[in-house]
């Protein structure tokens, strides 16, 4: 078969009016059309277009998740912050503390300024005050008669 017919015809409705004539049937039926240079052009101008305004918005989109992103880090240290207080029922603090030595029981008790105890450990040696008299029965000299 010849690759191109009623090319003798200038007239596109012309030629369309010679194939139907000399047609056998016409039957719709799908194929690839090649695509004219000009309009070639205008795809790539528009795929030029959508691809910059697609990295236009992956920008604009990755900004927004950062944002987003350290806002919603605020949460989450806020809520650590908070849950981790209710767990304990407690919050740590940093202030001045007055420190007891209780000789007897040879412990040290750390007071707040309402008077509190919060903490106690055992006295250190250098804590417990030096005995001024040696209680235990010594050598006076007159031992021998």
């Given amino acids: ?7 003798e015809y200038e007239n596109l409705a012309e030629r369309e009016r010679f194939l139907r004539d000399n047609a056998d ?3 719709d039926m799908g194929y690839s059309k090649p695509i004219p240079s000009d309009q070639i052009e205008k795809l790539k101008e528009k795929l030029a277009d959508a691809s910059i305004k697609k990295l236009e918005q992956e920008e604009a989109k990755k900004t927004a998740v950062q944002m987003y992103n350290e806002e919603i880090k605020g949460y ?9 207080k209710l767990k304990s029922k407690t919050t740590y603090v940093n202030e ?4 007891m030595i209780d000789q007897q029981t ?12 919060v903490y106690q450990r055992p006295a250190r040696h250098e804590e417990l005050q030096p005995r001024l008299f040696d209680l235990r029965p010594g050598k006076t000299g007159t031992e021998d008669k």
């Fill in 96 to 99: 001045p503390c007055y420190k």
């Fill in 106 to 117: 040879r412990q040290a008790g750390y007071y707040n300024k309402e008077g509190v105890l």
């Fill in 1 to 7: 078969m010849e690759k191109l017919l009623g090319q």
């Fill in 25 to 27: 049937a016409i039957e």
């Fill in 76 to 84: 989450k240290s806020t809520i650590k912050d908070v849950a981790d």
